[in-house]
């Protein structure tokens, strides 16, 4: 968490209308999406005037996400996004700890602004861009790390459905629906305030993981397709060839089938997935 210091320093900015970015990595994740819009609605709660930039689109199965139609797609309107990027009083970070993942294009213009910027994000070694870093690789997901920021600052009960349903899908997509190491008893905790907050779960979950369009139908089937079972040494291997055109590109789907196909997208991969040995 950041120090005492610096939550009273951003208690105090936050204080007075800004205007304020937020800005997530390229190819947007639920974590990404669900923290950067989690934490606009709490701004615009505060009377900030606040903007979502998003480096690229952003998956189909995230549009249902609220205000997520309003988010400002960089590669796409540059003459919108440059200018705000520009006159932002402070721009938040979120889901990324060094500006190259935001793309080329992107990264050159965050590295041409002098606007104070607020990092927050879970992944390792942070690169030291931003005046203020929560950092913390503890955490399963930034979804989590900006509901304790908000509750840091004192503004839980500003939590609302909408909020709380951003944040839920963070969570739920980074922890792999609560199975991965990192999922924890404040993890359960935080969840549990989000649904008292008004979450629907199990509307949430099957708007994630339960919608199949045509293209990720066919991606599924040509995973299968190239499915191999050596059970002489207990492992499944799928090896998929992905092309960036082909079922409308890897970054509209899941992570449920994301698992199985690399995010280098012009390159055979084969990925592993250790089987039990069958008892004698």
């Given amino acids: 968490m950041l120090s005492t210091t610096e939550l009273t320093e951003i208690q105090s900015l936050l204080s007075t209308p800004k205007k304020i970015t937020i800005v997530c990595h ?8 669900g923290s950067s819009l989690g934490l606009l609605l709490f701004l615009k709660q505060l009377q900030h005037q606040v903007t979502f930039i ?3 689109e952003y998956p189909d199965f995230l549009a249902w996400l609220p205000n997520a139609n309003q ?15 520009q006159n932002s009083d402070y721009i938040f970070t979120l889901d990324f700890n060094a500006l190259h993942r935001t793309g080329d294009a992107m990264q050159k213009v965050l590295e041409t602004l002098s606007n104070p910027m607020i990092m927050i994000d879970h992944h390792q070694l942070p690169d030291s861009y931003a005046k203020y870093t929560f950092s913390d690789v503890n955490y399963g997901s930034t979804c989590q790390m900006v509901y304790d920021f908000i509750n840091a ?31 924890t008893p404040q993890t359960h905790q935080c969840v549990a305030d989000l649904i008292d907050k008004g979450v629907n779960n199990s509307e949430i979950h099957n708007l994630l993981f339960d919608n199949s369009s045509y293209e990720r139908l066919q991606l599924l089937g040509k995973a299968l397709q190239n499915l ?27 992570p449920i089938i994301m698992v199985m196909i690399s995010r280098n997208l012009w390159l055979l991969k084969i990925l592993k997935v250790h089987l039990r040995r069958p008892k004698k």
Avoid: Q
């Avoid at 390229?26 to 999406?33: E, I, K, L």
């Avoid at 503004?155 to 990192?182: E, M, Q, W």
């Avoid at 207990?234 to 970054?251: K, Q, T």
């Fill in 228 to 254: 191999k079972i050596l059970t002489a040494i207990g492992w499944i291997i799928f090896a998929i060839g992905i092309f960036h055109d082909n079922c409308g590109g890897v970054s509209k789907y899941p």
């Fill in 54 to 56: 998003s480096p690229n």
């Fill in 26 to 33: 390229r190819n947007p994740d639920g974590d990404a999406m």
């Fill in 153 to 183: 600052l004192g503004y839980n009960h500003l939590i609302n459905k909408d909020v709380a349903s951003c944040l839920y899908t963070g969570i739920v997509t980074d922890s792999g629906s609560f199975r991965f190491p990192k999922t």
């Fill in 71 to 85: 988010t400002v797609i960089f590669e796409r309107e540059y003459d919108k996004a440059l200018p705000l990027l």
